[in-house]
T-cell receptor, first 109, second 114 residues
Framework: KNEVEQSPQNLTAQEGEFITINCSYSVGISALHWLQQHPGGGIVSLFMLSSGKKKHGRLIATINIQEKHSSLHITASHPRDSAVYIC???????????FGKGTLLTVNP | DSGVTQTPKHLITATGQRVTLRCSPR?????VYWYQQSLDQGLQFLIH???????AKGNILERFSAQQFPDLHSELNLSSLELGDSALYFC?????????????FGPGTRLTVL
């Protein structure tokens, strides 16, 4: 079983701040996913990564396979970034996703 | 818009009943995944189908079953419903049979069991 821990559980920031959300897992994985879920429920896949770093606009995701840890960074945060961010790891021969409990981000104007 | 469609959007039913949730994947995607999101358990993987065949099973109850049809749409059948089955049910699709690629999520079906 793969345990996925996210921190912090809740995060409040002012517009323009740099945001970091962390994810740790217990068992070696094939890949790690970062997802975004807005109020109302829709889920959007932000990144899938198995090594190194990926960047998309103001979002940056990094992973350290040896330390079993990933971070999601948001630069110049904006109120529209307010959402739940969920880390999920794919592992095992059948690649099942195990999800963290999510980080609720609120960005105030 | 992810290109994945799910119907119905909302479903309200009673304990003991049976319901069917439907998912149509993005054009060209052969893999369909089903997930359950509840307040106490968070998101949980239920089952993965690739081109009509079951590829992986997660925390899916025996009262639940799924299938993927030749046109690649998938259905999740939930029977003998209990109050605890109330949740959001998402499907996602991707191109890989191994699940090792980006998954595109549908808008979800909110099931309420009274």
């Amino acid at each position: 079983k793969n345990e996925v821990e996210q921190s912090p559980q809740n995060l409040t920031a002012q517009e323009g701040e740099f945001i970091t959300i962390n994810c740790s897992y217990s068992v070696g994985i094939s890949a790690l996913h970062w997802l975004q879920q807005h109020p109302g429920g829709g889920i959007v896949s932000l990144f899938m990564l198995s090594s190194g770093k990926k960047k998309h606009g103001r979002l940056i995701a990094t992973i350290n396979i040896q330390e079993k840890h990933s971070s999601l960074h948001i630069t110049a945060s904006h109120p529209r970034d307010s959402a739940v961010y969920i880390c999920a790891v794919g592992w095992g021969s059948n690649y099942k996703l195990t999800f963290g409990k999510g980080t609720l981000l609120t960005v105030n104007p | 818009d992810s290109g994945v469609t799910q119907t119905p959007k909302h479903l309200i039913t009673a304990t003991g009943q049976r319901v069917t949730l439907r998912c149509s994947p993005r054009s060209g995607d052969l893999s369909v995944y089903w997930y359950q999101q509840s307040l106490d358990q968070g998101l949980q993987f239920l089952i993965h189908y690739y081109n009509g065949e079951e590829r992986a099973k997660g925390n899916i109850l025996e009262r639940f079953s799924a299938q993927q049809f030749p046109d690649l749409h998938s259905e999740l059948n939930l029977s003998s419903l209990e109050l605890g089955d109330s949740a959001l049910y998402f499907c996602a699709s991707s191109g890989s049979q191994y699940g090792t690629d980006t998954q595109y999520f549908g808008p979800g079906t909110r099931l309420t069991v009274l």
